[in-house]
């Protein structure tokens, strides 16, 4: 018996999703599609962008044809091992090759004398980076802290199990405890874009470097990344989040022991099948990088530099909204300046007035996002996704228009009743 993996140029479409219980409501489930609810402003279906779901990198996979096809036969990866004699021992050979070799390929990490963990994606490799940095424990758990906005998903994930290891300690910027802890440093940050360096900067401090996004296609590469634990996922490398891959690269031995054991308690290693396909497409992205026509992140980049290009100038038409400016910087990738397109457009109401929460605002023309608070900001921020398919794109932008102008035409009605109201009082 023989299995194949493939990527195909037609795909089927996905079965309708179960039914979620309302008392473990998921992150990605939508409301019910209620067009006669007064509080929809708009009809149509949801537009999910409150999560980076990689879909709008598919047409470029479709094109690749038979380049990604992985074939294996029944009997192969039965073992949980692959080489005991290894730090990492559930990790594929080809897959820490390709990993080395994508690396020195795009320049963004030093890979050299360190070692790779791999993960079912970066979720799982965070969670293992704290029990390193935090075993066997002391009298008091470790704080852990990230700058705001940070990524919303730390707190949550930091203290979902109620470690007695660890904690979340809330804002680097205002962290004045003393005693050790962990600061994530995510570079570019998510949700704004905005490159970032350590902030608490105090003795007894250790960092985990979140570069998730720090790839051609969202930002320009200035410089081979080198720090002691960086972590990376296939989903936002390369486009695929199903296939829950991630890697660490990481400086210290007993580090990388620890964030092994780690996975092997709690997953027993990662599936060796997905281990085979990241490293197939990892590799075809590595030979390719030099091709125009069939190289992935140039095909990327143009992407999001269209949307980019897109939601600016929607957003320029009122002064309803406003986004983050960035500057161009040189990309050793690209050999060129560019400026960062970022994943998430970290969006912000501009009025001070008439609208408290931005994600609620949004939710009634139909667009899900994630709102400020959960990053640590204020919800007159929300951050979208950029990374959906094409129709959903231009949906949003639609709708985005359309609350701009409702918006615009309000203020305006109000401002012409303030000023007959004015001369009348006057008069």
């Given at each position: 018996m023989t299995v194949t993996l493939k990527i195909t140029k037609d795909e089927p479409a996905p079965a309708p999703a179960p039914a979620v219980s309302h008392s473990h409501t998921s992150r990605y489930a939508l409301p019910k599609d209620n067009s006669t609810n007064s509080s929809n402003l708009c009809s149509g279906p949801f537009l999910l962008l409150s999560h980076g779901d990689p879909t709008g990198f598919k047409p470029f996979w479709r094109s690749v044809g038979d380049q990604c096809k992985v074939t294996f036969d029944s009997c192969d990866f039965m073992s949980y091992l692959t080489d005991v004699g290894k730090v990492c021992w559930f990790l594929e050979k080809d897959l820490e090759e390709s990993i080395r070799e994508l690396h020195r390929t795009v320049g963004n990490a030093v890979t050299e004398d360190r070692y790779i963990i791999v993960g079912t994606g970066s979720t799982q490799l965070y969670q293992a980076a704290l029990y390193a940095l935090t075993s066997p424990g002391g009298a008091e758990p470790v704080n852990v802290v990230s700058a705001v906005p940070y990524y919303s998903s730390y707190v949550e994930e930091t203290n979902f199990l109620h470690s007695a290891l660890y904690k979340w300690a809330g804002d680097a910027n205002t962290f004045d405890k003393e005693g050790p802890y962990i600061e994530l440093v995510t570079m570019p940050n998510n949700p704004d874009g905005q490159?970032?360096?350590?902030?608490?900067?105090?003795?007894?401090?250790?960092?985990?470097?979140?570069?998730?996004?720090?790839?051609?296609?969202?930002?320009?590469?200035?410089?081979?990344?080198?720090?002691?634990?960086?972590?990376?996922?296939?989903?936002?490398?390369?486009?695929?989040?199903?296939?829950?891959?991630?890697?660490?690269?990481?400086?210290?031995?007993?580090?990388?022991?620890?964030?092994?054991?780690?996975?092997?308690?709690?997953?027993?290693?990662?599936?060796?099948?997905?281990?085979?396909?990241?490293?197939?497409?990892?590799?075809?992205?590595?030979?390719?990088?030099?091709?125009?026509?069939?190289?992935?992140?140039?095909?990327?980049?143009?992407?999001?530099?269209?949307?980019?290009?897109?939601?600016?100038?929607?957003?320029?038409?009122?002064?309803?909204?406003?986004?983050?400016?960035?500057?161009?910087?040189?990309?050793?990738?690209?050999?060129?300046?560019?400026?960062?397109?970022?994943?998430?457009?970290?969006?912000?109401?501009?009025?001070?007035?008439?609208?408290?929460?931005?994600?609620?605002?949004?939710?009634?023309?139909?667009?899900?996002?994630?709102?400020?608070?959960?990053?640590?900001?204020?919800?007159?921020?929300?951050?979208?996704?950029?990374?959906?398919?094409?129709?959903?794109?231009?949906?949003?932008?639609?709708?985005?228009?359309?609350?701009?102008?409702?918006?615009?035409?309000?203020?305006?009605?109000?401002?012409?009743?303030?000023?007959?109201?004015?001369?009348?009082?006057?008069?």
């Amino acid at each position: 018996m023989t299995v194949t993996l493939k990527i195909t140029k037609d795909e089927p479409a996905p079965a309708p999703a179960p039914a979620v219980s309302h008392s473990h409501t998921s992150r990605y489930a939508l409301p019910k599609d209620n067009s006669t609810n007064s509080s929809n402003l708009c009809s149509g279906p949801f537009l999910l962008l409150s999560h980076g779901d990689p879909t709008g990198f598919k047409p470029f996979w479709r094109s690749v044809g038979d380049q990604c096809k992985v074939t294996f036969d029944s009997c192969d990866f039965m073992s949980y091992l692959t080489d005991v004699g290894k730090v990492c021992w559930f990790l594929e050979k080809d897959l820490e090759e390709s990993i080395r070799e994508l690396h020195r390929t795009v320049g963004n990490a030093v890979t050299e004398d360190r070692y790779i963990i791999v993960g079912t994606g970066s979720t799982q490799l965070y969670q293992a980076a704290l029990y390193a940095l935090t075993s066997p424990g002391g009298a008091e758990p470790v704080n852990v802290v990230s700058a705001v906005p940070y990524y919303s998903s730390y707190v949550e994930e930091t203290n979902f199990l109620h470690s007695a290891l660890y904690k979340w300690a809330g804002d680097a910027n205002t962290f004045d405890k003393e005693g050790p802890y962990i600061e994530l440093v995510t570079m570019p940050n998510n949700p704004d874009g905005q490159l970032r360096a350590p902030v608490v900067n105090r003795y007894g401090g250790k960092l985990i470097h979140d570069l998730a996004y720090y790839w051609p296609q969202y930002t320009p590469i200035t410089s081979q990344a080198d720090f002691d634990i960086m972590l990376f996922t296939f989903s936002k490398s390369m486009g695929h989040a199903g296939t829950r891959i991630g890697w660490a690269v990481v400086n210290d031995k007993d580090v990388a022991i620890k964030m092994t054991k780690y996975i092997g308690l709690n997953s027993i290693g990662v599936s060796r099948e997905s281990q085979h396909r990241a490293a197939k497409i990892l590799g075809t992205v590595s030979d390719s990088s030099q091709c125009i026509g069939g190289n992935f992140y140039r095909y990327g980049k143009s992407l999001m530099t269209e949307r980019w290009t897109k939601l600016r100038e929607v957003i320029s038409r009122s002064r309803v909204f406003s986004l983050p400016k960035y500057i161009e910087e040189y990309c050793h990738y690209a050999g060129e300046h560019t400026e960062p397109h970022p994943a998430f457009a970290w969006l912000k109401y501009c009025n001070e007035a008439d609208v408290e929460d931005l994600e609620i605002l949004l939710r009634r023309y139909k667009i899900m996002g994630r709102g400020g608070s959960l990053f640590g900001a204020h919800p007159k921020h929300v951050r979208l996704s950029m990374l959906g398919d094409e129709e959903t794109f231009n949906l949003f932008l639609d709708r985005l228009s359309s609350i701009q102008d409702a918006i615009s035409k309000a203020n305006h009605y109000s401002y012409a009743k303030a000023i007959q109201s004015l001369t009348a009082s006057l008069s």
